[in-house]
């Protein structure tokens, strides 16, 4: 079966701290994709990266990066220099290859940006 | 280009009575999708539609829902005798058949409170 886990519940920073939100899978398929959701308040989740599992490589937008690591089944999200709109909830997901219809979303973490 | 659409926003329903929830996804989706998201909780996956055949429904769709996607455009879903467990967010999706079908853009959800 598949799982996702987001183990901080919650997170607050202080405005232009870095922080980093930690997602960890567990998939027996070998063939996936993995996602990170931004919920804000308003409620509407707003997609911000998709990675397959092929591809390892660490990607850098803006003041966001990820950061997906194979070997530990993590794929951890960074914002540098945070803000206070960046305050949300964050879902990390998975979805396999072999089945194109659920995404499996973590519990997510809370994040909120203190000024 | 409009996204994905949902009516209503909030339902208040007392126990035992019946509600239905509209989605309209982006046009040309081929690919609609429900979820649950209950609080402090990640969406869960009830069902899929690829154009009207509904394709696949998660164990949490009791008898008492029902989703329908009868022209292959918007869907609804229908919970008859609403309990108090059913209190939660009913977020739908969308997607496109072909090459992004791995990216699901959500709707802004029904908030839900069976009272």
């Known amino acids: 079966a598949q799982k996702v886990t987001q183990a901080q519940t919650e997170i607050s920073v202080v405005e232009k701290e870095d922080v980093t939100l930690d997602c960890v899978y567990e998939?027996?398929?070998?063939?996936?994709?993995l996602f990170w959701y931004k919920q804000p308040p308003s409620g509407e989740l707003v997609f911000l990266i998709r990675?397959?599992?092929?591809?390892?490589q660490n990607e850098i937008s803006g003041r966001y990066s990820w950061n997906f690591q194979k070997s530990t089944s993590s794929f951890n999200f960074t914002i540098t220099a945070s803000q206070v709109v960046d305050s949300a909830v964050y879902f990390c997901?998975?979805?396999?290859?072999?089945?194109?219809?659920?995404?499996?979303f973590g519990s997510g973490t809370r994040l909120s940006i203190r000024p | 280009d409009t996204g994905v659409s949902q009516d209503p926003r909030h339902k208040i329903t007392k126990r035992g009575q019946n509600v239905t929830f509209r989605c309209d996804p982006i046009?040309?989706?081929?690919?609609l999708y429900w979820y649950r998201q209950t609080l402090g909780q990640g969406p869960e996956f009830l069902t899929y539609?690829?154009?009207?055949?509904?394709?696949?429904k998660s164990r949490l769709l009791s008898d008492r829902f029902s989703a329908e996607r009868p022209k292959g455009s918007f869907s609804t879903l229908e919970i008859q005798r609403t309990e108090q467990g059913d209190s939660a967010m009913y977020l739908c999706?969308?997607?496109?058949?072909?090459?992004?079908?791995?990216?699901?853009?959500f709707g802004p959800g029904t908030r839900l409170t069976v009272t």
């Open positions: 999706a969308s997607s496109p058949a072909e090459r992004e079908i791995y990216e699901q853009y």
């Open positions: 998939t027996r398929d070998t063939t996936y994709y």
């Open positions: 990675r397959n599992s092929f591809d390892e």
């Open positions: 997901a998975l979805t396999l290859y072999s089945s194109a219809s659920k995404i499996i």
């Open positions: 046009s040309e989706h081929n690919r």
């Open positions: 539609f690829q154009n009207e055949a509904q394709l696949e």
